[in-house]
């Protein structure tokens, strides 16, 4: 984590106590903004928060699927902690959502991703990536939109997962949901991450043609 920074939560400060989105301020009980390394290259973005991040306020916490993603951070140097950490040592690494907050019986509508839209792009901003890791189709055809010139209706998590796909600036590898993967998919996509795009210098893509767009 950059030295610099002061806390790993929520570090630029964004509204804890939004009420923008009213059906989602009666089912919430944290509003999970980002966390990790405000100095980050990749960045993993997920459609909601999970009810374990939910309970605990820090995303990718808290439950099987937080534990999970721990894992893969783990496995590719990116977290310093057990995959069952609630605040996570995070290294290069920076966790967010589209939408802050969770609803437990469906998941984010177009409008929320629209109302939520500027922390996620804020959070871009700040970070800078240089890989994107959308988890899951939403997050994937949200990223979209906004970050490469396909059409995100065409875009399917599953059928791009531990592959790269060429975006504005960023590259993107699309990693299936965590409530979907099997382990085969775990390792599957930590083999690419740490091969594919940590096994070269990826900070020499950006601007160039090569992977898919």
């Given at each position: 984590m950059d030295p610099a920074q002061e806390s790993p939560e929520n570090p630029f400060g964004m509204d804890a106590d939004c009420q923008n989105c009213a059906d989602l301020c009666e089912t919430r009980t944290n509003v999970v903004h980002g966390y990790g390394d405000a100095g980050a290259e990749f960045l993993f973005v997920g459609g909601q928060p999970s009810p374990g991040a939910d309970r605990t306020g820090i995303p990718f916490t808290g439950d099987?699927?937080?534990r999970r993603l721990q894992y893969i951070l783990g496995e590719l140097g990116f977290s310093n902690s057990s995959p069952d950490a609630d605040r996570p040592e995070l290294?290069?690494?920076y966790l967010t959502y589209l939408t802050?907050?969770?609803h437990p019986e469906r998941g984010p509508t177009d409008a929320e991703?629209?109302?939520c839209d500027p922390y996620l792009t804020a959070d871009?901003?700040?970070i800078n990536p240089e890989i994107i890791v959308p988890i899951g189709t939403t997050a994937l055809r949200g990223v979209a939109v906004e970050h490469t010139t396909r059409d995100p209706e065409t875009l399917d998590a599953d059928d791009l997962h531990a592959t790269t796909v060429r975006g504005r600036g960023f590259e993107l590898?699309?990693?299936k949901s965590l409530d979907d993967q099997t382990d085969a998919d775990t390792e599957a996509f930590v083999e690419h991450l740490?091969?594919?795009v940590l096994g070269r210098d990826y900070r020499q893509t950006k601007g160039r043609s090569g992977a898919h767009d």
């Open positions: 099987d699927t937080g290294d290069n690494a802050r907050c969770h991703i629209t109302t871009l901003r700040m590898v699309p990693m740490a091969e594919s």
